[in-house]
């Protein structure tokens, strides 16, 4: 393995839970349904959730065989700008909780106003204060690095993701990089993020990304998506595409409506961090460092 166990929290988690995915227990509540998303879409999914997992990885030369732009370490964030030029992608990929310091960062909960490079206009928009401190140790590296890269190749879109502490760095990224470089083709794409802020924020990343081009994936009763209640002040922003149900598919993932949907994730108490949050769209999250060699 590329990445110290010894110091990651989600990795031991992984590594006791991994061998006993394949026949998870779901918990009442989920039930058959006859939605499902266009194969398109579900494969996009499935092509970030590796970008996202490969982020773990302490080194990544070739994230998914693909050409390393920048990587990002400064304090405990850390994550990669890659260029897949068969696609015509930039894409940017930060790493999740992997270290007892990023447990930290997820528990100052605290919403404070959103700062960060770039971005202005957010009226009373607030955030989570540990992800944006995490990520504005990055926020100048990140724009930098694709600005360089739009410089030379105006045509690319961009393409921002993460799993769970990483989603909600994204979702920061995300509307920095959109305030940055206005007229680029960006999408989001996070895997078990948690709330990452206020109404507000909400309303602000649905406005700035438009709803269209964000994908927030949650498989079946991950509980980290819904750990930060309403009730303290955070609510989701849409899309959220629900894995409901086993095989992931594309049949069995849902487009959910607005960024609480009563009837998708929402419907399942959180049990926080647990086996549905380790695998997303059959990858198990930081357990596969070929993803930085070969896609």
Same mark, same amino acid.
């Given at each position: 393995?590329?990445?110290?166990? =010894?110091?990651?929290?989600?990795?031991?988690?992984?590594?006791?839970?991994? =061998? /006993?995915?394949?026949?998870?227990?779901?918990?009442?509540?989920?039930?058959?349904?006859?939605?499902?998303?266009?194969?398109?879409?579900?494969?996009?999914?499935?092509?970030?959730?590796?970008?996202? %997992?490969?982020? #773990?990885?302490?080194?990544?030369?070739?994230?998914?065989?693909?050409?390393?732009?920048?990587s990002l370490n400064k304090g405990n964030t850390e994550g990669?700008?890659?260029? !897949?030029?068969?696609? $015509?992608?930039?894409?940017? /990929?930060?790493? =999740?909780?992997? %270290?007892?310091? !990023?447990?930290?960062?997820?528990? $100052?909960?605290?919403?404070?106003p959103l700062k960060s490079v770039g971005i202005t206009d957010?009226? *009373?928009? $607030?955030?989570?204060?540990?992800?944006?401190?995490? #990520?504005?140790?990055?926020?100048?590296?990140?724009?930098?690095?694709? $600005?360089?890269?739009?410089?030379?190749?105006? *045509?690319? /879109?961009?393409?921002?993701?993460?799993?769970?502490?990483?989603?909600?760095?994204? *979702?920061?990224?995300?509307?920095?990089?959109?305030?940055?470089?206005?007229?680029?083709?960006?999408?989001?794409?996070?895997?078990?993020?948690?709330?990452?802020?206020? &109404?507000?924020?909400?309303?602000?990343?649905?406005?700035?990304?438009?709803?269209?081009?964000? +994908?927030?994936?949650?498989?079946? #009763?991950? =509980?980290? &998506?819904? +750990?930060?209640?309403?009730?303290?002040?955070?609510?989701?922003?849409?899309?959220?595409?629900?894995?409901?149900?086993?095989?992931?598919?594309?049949?069995?993932?849902?487009?959910?409506?607005?960024?609480?949907?009563? /009837?998708?994730?929402?419907?399942?108490? *959180?049990? +926080?961090?647990?086996?549905?949050?380790?695998?997303? +769209?059959?990858?198990?999250?930081?357990l596969n460092p070929l993803l930085c060699i070969a896609g």
């Amino acid at each position: 393995m590329l990445f110290n166990l =010894g110091s990651s929290l989600l990795a031991l988690l992984s590594l006791h839970v991994y =061998g /006993s995915v394949a026949l998870p227990v779901v918990p009442v509540g989920l039930e058959s349904r006859a939605d499902g998303i266009a194969q398109s879409t579900y494969d996009n999914l499935v092509r970030y959730a590796k970008f996202s %997992s490969a982020a #773990y990885q302490l080194v990544c030369p070739r994230p998914l065989g693909n050409t390393l732009v920048k990587s990002l370490n400064k304090g405990n964030t850390e994550g990669f700008v890659a260029r !897949d030029d068969g696609r $015509k992608e930039i894409v940017v /990929s930060l790493r =999740g909780t992997f %270290s007892i310091p !990023d447990a930290l960062t997820d528990l $100052k909960i605290l919403l404070t106003p959103l700062k960060s490079v770039g971005i202005t206009d957010v009226g *009373s928009a $607030k955030v989570h204060f540990g992800f944006l401190e995490a #990520y504005n140790l990055v926020a100048s590296d990140v724009i930098a690095a694709v $600005k360089g890269q739009l410089a030379s190749r105006p *045509s690319y /879109s961009v393409v921002v993701t993460g799993h769970s502490l990483g989603g909600a760095l994204a *979702s920061l990224a995300a509307v920095s990089l959109k305030a940055a470089v206005p007229s680029a083709n960006l999408k989001l794409y996070t895997y078990g993020q948690p709330r990452v802020g206020d &109404p507000a924020f909400a309303s602000l990343v649905e406005s700035r990304l438009g709803v269209p081009n964000i +994908f927030r994936a949650v498989h079946t #009763y991950d =509980g980290v &998506p819904t +750990f930060l209640l309403g009730s303290i002040g955070y609510r989701h922003f849409a899309n959220e595409f629900w894995n409901f149900q086993e095989p992931p598919s594309a049949k069995n993932t849902r487009q959910c409506s607005g960024g609480e949907d009563a /009837s998708c994730s929402k419907s399942i108490p *959180s049990t +926080f961090i647990n086996p549905a949050h380790i695998l997303y +769209f059959g990858q198990p999250m930081a357990l596969n460092p070929l993803l930085c060699i070969a896609g």
